[in-house]
Each structure stands twice: as structure tokens, then as C-alpha cells.
T-cell receptor, first 115, second 111 residues
Framework: GAVVSQHPSWVICKSGTSVKIECRSL??????MFWYRQFPKQSLMLMAT?????????EQGVEKDKFLINHASLTLSTLTVTSAHPEDSSFYIC???????????FGPGTRLTVL | GENVEQHPSTLSVQEGDSAVIKCTYS??????FPWYKQELGKGPQLIID?????GEKKDQRIAVTLNKTAKHFSLHITETQPEDSAVYFC??????????FGTGTSLTVIP
């Protein structure tokens, strides 16, 4: 299957700072990228869908000003958690898909801990 | 929208036995049903998928069956091994290509 990478894999930050997470599709062009959040022992919760070159579509209840998503190219999307607080601590996972197919390929995830 | 239910939430089997995880969906327009395996601290990995024009698909020890009429699909793992222990998620993809995930099944294979 296609390879999707995330960076960093693990980040610890102080409350009030911003953290940027990168998601890259390494061997295919991803017209759509998705950002999920996962709490321990729970399923994936879709946060937003981003299409290359356009604004992200956020799910209900997700603050777009807090979780900034940029999909600047067909291989890169970024999620910036602004003014992070301890309750933002979570496992963030991206996935990438090509428009012609339904498949989504997931990144390895980023563990965010906000102190 | 789509609603995906997954059962059981936890499953323990002896090594060598089979494991079956079932999912139901609500939207008859859903046409793609992948299964993901997630190990602790890692992202989900696609292990098998099936489209609505097929009733069954098999890949070595893993198989998926789909019943469109009843709107349910199942993952079958035969000859389970300890390394099969993980959390498994089903998903259904409806119009707009949005994924709807099941709640996950924690599978433990006892050596």
C-alpha cells in the first residue's frame, strides 16, 4: 500500500504554545487528506477534511481557529494546534487518499502531550 | 449519515483458533468497506477491504464477507497467532468518500 508519514511522532510542549504536525504522502499524490484524533481505547474521531488548494472542512465541534489545517500541495498537509492546553493532549493521525479511489492510507500518528 | 456498529468490543481466542468480528452499517449507498489493524501507539494499517460488488474476499489467513442486503460485513482471521493481537476497526465509506469507523475490537490471541 501507499506510504504516509507523520512528523513528529511524539511531541511534548508547554501550555500556550503552538505545535505543528506534518503529514506527507510519500509515493502518491493525495488529493484529500484527513485529520483524526484518537483518545485511549477509543475509535478515530474525524476532525477535518482538507483538499489540496482549498480550505479544510471541519467536523462539528472542532474549532477551526484552534486546529489550523493547511494542504499546500498534493503530498503535504499540516495541522497546527494553536495555544495548546492539556486537554489537547491526544494521538493525532492523518490519512491520505486519492480522488479516484476510496482507499485511505494512514500515517503512524503523532502523540501530543501538553504540560 | 452513516452509522457503523462493531461487535464484539473485546475478543480473546486461543492461538490457532479463528476470530470473527462483525460490523453493521446503515447507509445502503456505502460501497467500500475496509478493515484496519492498529497496534499500540501506531496508526491504523489497512489489512483487507471489500467493495459492494463483491461478496467475499480472502488474503491468506484473513477474509472479509459482505452481505449488502443485511448491511453487514465481517472480518475472519483463521489460525490466529499472537502477533494478530491488536485493535481492529471496520469502516464504511458512503457518498462523499467520508469514512465512518466502527468502535473497534481489541483482539487478544492467547499463546
Amino acid at each position: 500500500g501507499a506510504v504516509v508519514s507523520q512528523h513528529p511522532s511524539w511531541v511534548i510542549c508547554k501550555s500556550g504554545t503552538s505545535v505543528k504536525i506534518e503529514c506527507r504522502s510519500l509515493d502518491f499524490q493525495a488529493t484529500t487528506m484527513f485529520w483524526y484524533r484518537q483518545f485511549p481505547k477509543q475509535s478515530l474521531m474525524l476532525m477535518a477534511t482538507s483538499n489540496e488548494g482549498s480550505k479544510a472542512t471541519y467536523e462539528q465541534g472542532v474549532e477551526k481557529d484552534k486546529f489550523l489545517i493547511n494542504h499546500a500541495s498534493l503530498t503535504l498537509s499540516t495541522l497546527t494546534v494553536t495555544s495548546a492546553h492539556p486537554e489537547d493532549s491526544s494521538f493525532y493521525i492523518c490519512s491520505a487518499g486519492a480522488r479516484a479511489y476510496n482507499e485511505q492510507f494512514f500515517g503512524p500518528g503523532t502523540r501530543l502531550t501538553v504540560l | 449519515g452513516e452509522n457503523v456498529e462493531q461487535h464484539p468490543s473485546t475478543l480473546s481466542v486461543q492461538e490457532g483458533d479463528s476470530a470473527v468480528i462483525k460490523c453493521t452499517y446503515s447507509d445502503s449507498a456505502s460501497n467500500y468497506f475496509p478493515w484496519y489493524k492498529q497496534e499500540l501507539g501506531k496508526g491504523p494499517q489497512l489489512i483487507i477491504d471489500i467493495r459492494s460488488n463483491v461478496g467475499e474476499k480472502k488474503d491468506q489467513r484473513i477474509a472479509v464477507t459482505l452481505n449488502k442486503t443485511a448491511k453487514h460485513f465481517s472480518l475472519h482471521i483463521t489460525e490466529t497467532q499472537p502477533e494478530d493481537s491488536a485493535v481492529y476497526f471496520c469502516a464504511a465509506i458512503s457518498t462523499g468518500n467520508q469514512f465512518y469507523f466502527g468502535t473497534g475490537t481489541s483482539l487478544t490471541v492467547i499463546p
